[in-house]
T-cell receptor, first 112, second 114 residues
Framework: GEDVEQSLFLSVREGDSSVINCTYT??????LYWYKQEPGAGLQLLTY?????DMKQDQRLTVLLNKKDKHLSLRIADTQTGDSAIYFC????????????FGQGTTLQVKP | DTGVSQDPRHKITKRGQNVTFRCDPI?????LYWYRQTLGQGPEFLTY????????KSRLLSDRFSAERPKGSFSTLEIQRTEQGDSAMYLC????????????FGSGTQLSVL
């Protein structure tokens, strides 16, 4: 069945780049997403990428998609303490329905 | 755009009681979703509506769960005869059909069943 996996924890120093990785199993995924969740809050959509794209850049965020290896990554440049949060990777189960499968989340700790 | 609003933020109940949560989606968003998130896990899909029609329900949604969206605007999620295993964060999200990749989530309702 469908599954999304992420490493659980990443610690970086302020100003460094962070790279959060994700693997997924459903080769028919149409969209892949990155969401951010701060303590006690809902999920904030950071960015998403269509499955026929290799890369998407949005300010400090760069998403790389390797469809052959079913690997997705999120790079955050110049990481700030305000970036500390849990980051979820998700894939769409079916085109155009909004049914998403989420990974367990990666906790990003940014040290000053 | 006031965002997706959920009420209440927290609910504590005793096992066996019924609870109801409310979600107000972003205005004009015709799709509305319910997800459930347990501690240390990512959200899991429960059900979704397009306007007032409930188009799909996950196997996770037992017979004790019922969701409605009577006028195609706000939605309610009711859990009958709550069990301790129902303790979780219940998240609502909304989107536009024509822009369906973009799901916007509310802050959730944290349910604790004692």
């Amino acid at each position: 069945g469908e599954d999304v996996e992420q490493s659980l924890f990443l610690s970086v120093r302020e100003g460094d780049s962070s790279v959060i990785n994700c693997t997924y199993t459903d080769s028919s995924s149409t969209y892949l997403y990155w969401y951010k969740q701060e303590p006690g809050a809902g999920l904030q959509l950071l960015t998403y990428i269509f499955s026929n794209m290799d890369m998407k850049q949005d300010q400090r965020l760069t998403v790389l998609l390797n469809k052959k290896d079913k690997h997705l990554s999120l790079r955050i440049a110049d990481t700030q303490t305000g970036d500390s949060a849990i980051y979820f990777c998700a894939e769409s189960m079916e085109s155009n329905t909004g049914k998403l499968i989420f990974g367990q989340g990666t906790t990003l700790q940014v040290k000053p | 755009d006031t965002g997706v609003s959920q009420d209440p933020r927290h609910k504590i109940t005793k096992r066996g009681q019924n609870v109801t949560f409310r979600c107000d989606p972003i205005s004009e968003h015709n799709r509305l979703y319910w997800y459930r998130q347990t501690l240390g896990q990512g959200p899991e899909f429960l059900t979704y509506f397009q306007n007032e029609a409930q188009l799909e329900k996950s196997r996770l949604l037992s017979d004790r769960f019922s969701a409605e969206r009577p006028k195609g605007s706000f939605s309610t999620l009711e859990i009958q005869r709550t069990e301790q295993g129902d303790s979780a964060m219940y998240l609502c999200a909304s989107s536009l059909v024509r822009d369906s990749p973009k799901l916007f989530f509310g802050s959730g309702t944290q349910l604790s069943v004692l």
